[in-house]
T-cell receptor, first 113, second 113 residues
Framework: AQSVTQPDIHITVSEGASLELRCNYS??????LFWYVQSPGQGLQLLLK??????LVQGIKGFEAEFKRSQSSFNLRKPSVHWSDAAEYFC???????????FGSGTQLTVLP | ETGVTQTPRHLVMGMTNKKSLKCEQH?????MYWYKQSAKKPLELMFV???????ENNSVPSRFSPECPNSSHLFLHLHTLQPEDSALYLC???FGPGDTEAFFGQGTRLTVV
């Protein structure tokens, strides 16, 4: 069965600093991978997704993620964090056989002024 | 605004009460989902509906009863809940259960007292 691990429960960065959120997945076939963001009191919003092709994918709000098959990772990055990026971030993998998304536990991002 | 609307946003209910959560989408999607989001845990898929037919029930207790009268509306009927059922309940929709990208509502924050 597929699984997603986000090793960092909580990350704190200063505004303007770079950011990397880690995601590792377990899936037997070529994965479909996603990053979602959840602001306080809100639902999940899709940041970006990887299906195939270029392993570096660009998303909304200046985020990007890189798929590394050898490391089973799909880490999310942003070169310069803004205070409005404070939120919880979820990595997810789609299982074609189960036809459902499996989510990680999330990483809470705090941005210091 | 994702196009998926959930009401109410907040709900406090006693263990003997009966209440319902509502989800509505006008995105032309045919699949709708209920997820449970508890603190410090990954999102748990509860139910999946495709063209009004339930296709997934992930071992959810019978005190949660879903209803999908049409492809645009999804309900979650609640009765005799337990305090541990307190969570954020998220509705999502997609073009089909095989479609990878889901659009989420803002959720209903449920507190069982």
């Amino acid at each position: 069965a597929q699984s997603v691990t986000q090793p960092d429960i909580h990350i704190t960065v200063s505004e303007g600093a770079s950011l990397e959120l880690r995601c590792n997945y377990s899936y037997g076939a070529t994965p479909y991978l996603f990053w979602y963001v959840q602001s306080p009191g809100q639902g999940l919003q899709l940041l970006l997704k990887y299906f195939s092709g270029d392993t570096l994918v660009q998303g909304i709000k200046g985020f990007e993620a890189e798929f590394k098959r050898s490391q089973s990772s799909f880490n999310l990055r942003k070169p310069s964090v803004h205070w409005s990026d404070a939120a919880e971030y979820f990595c997810a993998v789609y299982s074609g056989s189960a036809r459902q998304l499996t989510f990680g536990s999330g990483t809470q991002l705090t941005v210091l002024p | 605004e994702t196009g998926v609307t959930q009401t109410p946003r907040h709900l406090v209910m006693g263990m003997t009460n009966k209440k319902s959560l509502k989800c509505e989408q006008h995105l032309g999607h045919n699949a709708m989902y209920w997820y449970k989001q508890s603190a410090k845990k990954p999102l748990e898929l509860m139910f999946v509906y495709n063209f009004k037919e339930q296709t997934e029930n992930n071992s959810v207790p019978s005190r949660f009863s879903p209803e999908c009268p049409n492809s645009s509306h999804l309900f979650l009927h609640l009765h005799t809940l337990q305090p541990e059922d307190s969570a954020l309940y998220l509705c999502a929709s997609s073009f089909g259960p095989g479609d990878t990208e889901a659009f989420f509502g803002q959720g209903t924050r449920l507190t069982v007292v």
